[in-house]
């Protein structure tokens, strides 16, 4: 049975899309089958994988609103172990239409619950916000990751996403976890930078990954050619970034046996 990670940060701008693409991408590359689903009306995550939004005749909106069966609705990737489950800008509306609905907050769960034995990880991305969707990624979600960006506002709503994750664990789903925090968009040539680390690990200690990603112009540019930054420029600091968070999650949850000299690969290409 698959683990099912969100990737969930009601911010926009804090590498939440790219993380999700490149971790699906990392735990793909390393031979793990993965199910990548796009939460996210803007589609963002289903062309940076290759696929034209504009193509999806059935995305999530259809397997949640409308009940039709995900494995009808996956698509294959160019890259092998990697599935996606698309979006469409028809999902802007899903949340009106669910209101109504009762357990409109486990819609999701339901869907995902149907494939979820054919995968080893399903990654969701969420929308910037803290709606009825996010709310049903995080009820059926294992674990959340958080993405938060080495600026100065970096800590500011995260109290209120916290918030949110609690109300999910105590009314809707007990077994969800905070798989960690991950720091975004560091440039160590910035005190600031390195200052926000600082105050991260200071507040949330464990629960920050010890990975962290660079900022790097390689990851802006991989989505337009539709691939994930390892296949895009595995020598760029991204793709070294998101090879390290994905075999740190494979760590944390027992499923590698990497030394812990294995554990962190040396950055030697700023690019």
Do not use: W
Not at 14 to 38: P, Q
Not at 70 to 80: A, D, L, R, S, Y
Not at 210 to 238: C, M, Q, V
């Amino acid at each position: 049975m698959g683990k099912v990670i969100s990737i969930a940060n009601q911010k926009g701008g804090v590498g939440k899309t790219t993380t999700a693409i490149n971790l699906a991408g990392g735990f793909a590359i390393l031979e793990h089958k993965t199910l990548l689903i796009d939460a996210d009306p803007q589609a963002n995550a289903t062309s940076g994988v290759g696929i034209e939004p504009k193509s999806v005749k059935t995305s999530i909106y259809e397997c949640i609103i409308d009940n039709v069966d995900p494995e009808k609705t996956i698509v294959n990737t160019n890259t092998p172990y990697l599935d996606l489950l698309p979006a469409h800008i028809d999902l802007v509306g899903a949340e009106i239409e669910m209101i109504n609905l009762p357990n409109r907050e486990k819609m999701m769960r339901k869907v995902i619950n149907k494939v979820k034995d054919d995968y080893d990880f399903i990654v969701i991305d969420c929308s910037p916000s803290l709606g009825l969707i996010t709310v049903n990624a995080l009820t059926a979600s294992d674990s959340v990751i958080i993405p938060v960006q080495c600026e100065y506002f970096a800590l500011e709503g995260l109290g209120k996403l916290l918030n949110t994750i609690k109300i999910v664990q105590s009314r809707l789903n007990q077994e969800l976890d905070i798989e960690g925090i991950l720091l975004t968009m560091f440039d160590q040539r910035l005190r600031l930078g390195k200052q926000v680390v600082e105050e991260v690990k200071t507040h949330f200690q464990q629960m920050v990954f010890d990975t962290i990603i660079h900022r790097n112009t390689k990851l802006g540019e991989a989505p337009s050619f539709g691939e994930n930054i390892i296949e895009f420029d595995a020598s760029s600091s991204g793709a070294i970034n998101y090879l390290n968070l994905a075999r740190e999650i494979l760590q944390k949850n027992g499923m590698t046996r990497i030394s812990d000299e294995e554990k962190q690969i040396d950055i030697v290409n700023e690019n």
